[in-house]
T-cell receptor
Framework: KNQVEQSPQSLIILEGKNCTLQCNYTVSPFSNLRWYKQDTGRGPVSLTI?????NTKSNGRYTATLDADTKQSSLHITASQLSDSASYICVVCWTGFQKLVFGTGTRLLVSP | NAGVTQTPKFQVLKTGQSMTLQCAQD?????MSWYRQDPGMGLRLIHYSVGAGITDQGEVPNGYNVSRSTTEDFPLRLLSAAPSQTSVYFCASIRFSSEQNTEAFFGQGTRLTVV
């Protein structure tokens, strides 16, 4: 069964600190992996996209990594801000079937 | 830049009532889908459509109907609301394209409570 698992389920960090969120997937083959940010009461919005051939991609203070051999991705947030408090969802696109497989998300709280 | 417009944002229903959640997109995407999001369970696919006139069931379709008469609109109907349908519902319009371009665009969500 194609699955996407995220850890931790929730995380509390102090403002200004760094953190790393993990995503393990079994979807194969896959087209791409996206990290989405979902603010409370809003729909998810794409942060980064990783394809099979990419290892690292940055978007401001967000850096995503992908290891296609171990089927793991991570999202690193640098110098966290209060506005980073949100759920972060890992989504893998399943090639050929036009399907998206969603992780259950990591809920991040940045505390002042 | 409307993207995906989903209404209403909040709704309270009594058990047994019916209602329709509206979803419209202006990006000319063929693929649209409905998800429900419950605590600890992530987004679960209810129904999806790969184009006007074509719909199919997702993983949790019971109690919901959909139709797709136009590319733009994809309403979700609750036939007889039950407390188990209390959830947050998201409509998504998905661009399945080359590797770099596949992306889902979500509406703002509808928080539904069935009492």
């Amino acid at each position: 069964k194609n699955q996407v698992e995220q850890s931790p389920q929730s995380l509390i960090i102090l403002e200004g600190k760094n953190c790393t969120l993990q995503c393990n997937y079994t979807v194969s083959p896959f087209s791409n992996l996206r990290w989405y940010k979902q603010d409370t009461g809003r729909g998810p919005v794409s942060l980064t996209i990783m394809t099979f051939s990419e290892n690292t991609k940055s978007n401001g203070r967000y850096t995503a990594t992908l290891d296609a051999d171990t089927k793991q991705s991570s999202l690193h947030i640098t110098a966290s801000q209060l506005s980073d408090s949100a759920s972060y969802i890992c989504v893998v696109c399943w090639t050929g079937f036009q399907k998206l497989v969603f992780g259950t998300g990591t809920r991040l709280l940045v505390s002042p | 830049n409307a993207g995906v417009t989903q209404t209403p944002k909040f709704q309270v229903l009594k058990t047994g009532q019916s209602m329709t959640l509206q979803c419209a997109q202006d990006m000319n995407h063929e693929y649209m889908s409905w998800y429900r999001q419950d605590p600890g369970m992530g987004l679960r696919l209810i129904h999806y459509s790969v184009g006007a006139g074509i719909t199919d069931q997702g993983e949790v379709p019971n109690g919901y109907n959909v139709s797709r008469s136009t590319t733009e609109d994809f309403p979700l109907r609750l036939l007889s609301a039950a407390p188990s349908q209390t959830s947050v519902y998201f409509c998504a319009s998905i661009r399945f394209s080359s590797e770099q371009n596949t992306e889902a665009f979500f509406g703002q969500g509808t928080r539904l409570t069935v009492v």
